[in-house]
């Protein structure tokens, strides 16, 4: 990139995302964020008004989904380049995206370390896509050679099993609090959706930022909790519960919280899987 200050519009409709962004943009002075945005419409409309130079834009916006915000964001201000920033993973969305002209698309959870690199790559005219994608067929070997430098420098992230099997663990690393709230809304959402029941054990503000997130998501997390299949618990409160030795064939090893094994005989009565976020 030139000297010349480059002016940014970021859309994206959850804050602490959109504060994220702007801060690591920050990082390279001559890269300004002049607005924000939180729906598609409103993206249009400012794309229309201010012209930016670079567009961060969210796939999941309410009012106008990102990628037709990107089709209209071309009419109105067509000098304007576009770099999708997203945690949806799949390749039909990605090529949706890419498709409207977008100079690149990078997975939310990779952004610590590949959005700046996705940005300067994206300016320079060429493409960009996330290295956690790379791979697929779909998915142009240059634009993976493009992410190679960000995927060395990646936090560590193990990948997801592709086993089958349910008894597993996972072990996941974030940067930000705005990647590990959206990674596990999604999950979540996921198993809310499958009608299974979850407990979430977390401080305050991560259980106030899951809410808010759930809620901007559509989950009527309300319902959930009166039918017992969303519970959060305080994170300090639960390592002080210490439940009896025996478990009545639970299978839950000493010092687990006691709520989890009631959640779990509860949804073993009514054939449910449960998830402990």
Same mark, same amino acid.
């Given at each position: 990139?030139?000297?010349?200050?480059i002016?940014?519009?970021?859309?994206d409709? &959850?804050?602490?995302?959109?504060?994220?962004?702007?801060?690591?943009?920050q990082?390279?002075?001559?890269?300004?964020?002049?607005?924000?945005?939180?729906?598609? +419409?409103e993206? @249009?409309?400012?794309?229309?008004?201010?012209?930016?130079?670079?567009?961060?834009?969210?796939?999941?916006?309410?009012?106008?989904?990102?990628?037709e915000?990107?089709r209209?964001?071309?009419?109105?201000?067509p000098t304007?380049?576009?770099?999708?920033?997203? #945690? =949806?993973?799949?390749?039909? /969305?990605?090529?949706?995206?890419?498709?409207?002209?977008?100079g690149? &698309? !990078?997975?939310?959870?990779?952004?610590?370390s590949?959005?700046?690199?996705?940005?300067?790559? !994206?300016l320079?005219?060429?493409?960009? @896509?996330?290295?956690s994608l790379?791979?697929?067929?779909? /998915? =142009?070997?240059? %634009?993976e050679?493009?992410?190679?430098?960000?995927?060395?420098?990646? @936090?560590?992230?193990?990948?997801r099993p592709?086993?089958a099997? *349910?008894?597993?663990h #996972?072990?996941? $690393? &974030?940067?930000? %609090?705005?990647?590990?709230?959206?990674?596990?809304?999604?999950?979540?959402?996921?198993a809310?959706? +499958?009608?299974?029941?979850? !407990?979430v /054990?977390?401080?305050?503000l991560?259980?106030?930022?899951?809410?808010?997130?759930?809620?901007?998501?559509?989950? %009527?997390?309300?319902?959930?909790?009166?039918?017992?299949? &969303?519970?959060?618990?305080?994170? $300090?409160?639960?390592?002080?519960?210490?439940?009896?030795t025996?478990? %009545?064939?639970?299978?839950f090893a000493?010092?687990?919280p006691?709520?989890i094994?009631?959640?779990?005989? *509860?949804?073993?009565?009514?054939?449910l899987?449960?998830? @402990?976020?």
């Open positions: 990139m030139d000297t010349s200050l002016r940014v519009l970021v859309v409709d &959850y804050e602490p995302w959109r504060h994220f962004f702007s801060t690591t943009l990082k390279r002075p001559q890269l300004q964020v002049i607005s924000e945005a939180s729906d598609g +419409s993206a @249009v409309q400012q794309a229309q008004q201010l012209k930016p130079d670079l567009i961060l834009l969210d796939v999941g916006l309410p009012k106008l989904n990102g990628i915000a990107a209209r964001i071309r009419e109105v201000s304007s380049k576009i770099l999708f920033i997203s #945690e =949806n993973r799949s390749l039909d /969305i990605v090529e949706q995206a890419l498709s409207t002209g977008a690149g &698309y !990078v997975v939310k959870s990779d952004a610590a590949e959005l700046l690199p996705a940005v300067e790559a !994206v320079r005219g060429k493409r960009f @896509v996330s290295s790379a791979g697929h067929d779909s /998915i =142009n070997p240059e %634009d050679h493009i992410a190679e430098q960000a995927r060395r420098e990646r @936090v560590v992230r193990p990948s592709q086993s099997e *349910t008894n597993r #996972e072990l996941r $690393f &974030y940067s930000h %609090d705005a990647a590990f709230v959206d990674d596990f809304a999604h999950s979540i959402e996921a809310l959706e +499958s009608g299974n029941a979850v !407990v /054990i977390a401080t305050e991560h259980r106030t930022n899951l809410l808010q997130k759930l809620r901007a998501d559509g989950v %009527d997390v309300d319902a959930a909790a009166e039918r017992k299949l &969303y519970q959060t618990l305080d994170v $300090f409160d639960s390592l002080s519960m210490v439940m009896d025996s478990t %009545d064939g639970d299978g000493m010092e687990v006691h709520a094994v009631e959640r779990l005989r *509860t949804a073993k009565k009514r054939h899987h449960l998830t @402990v976020d």
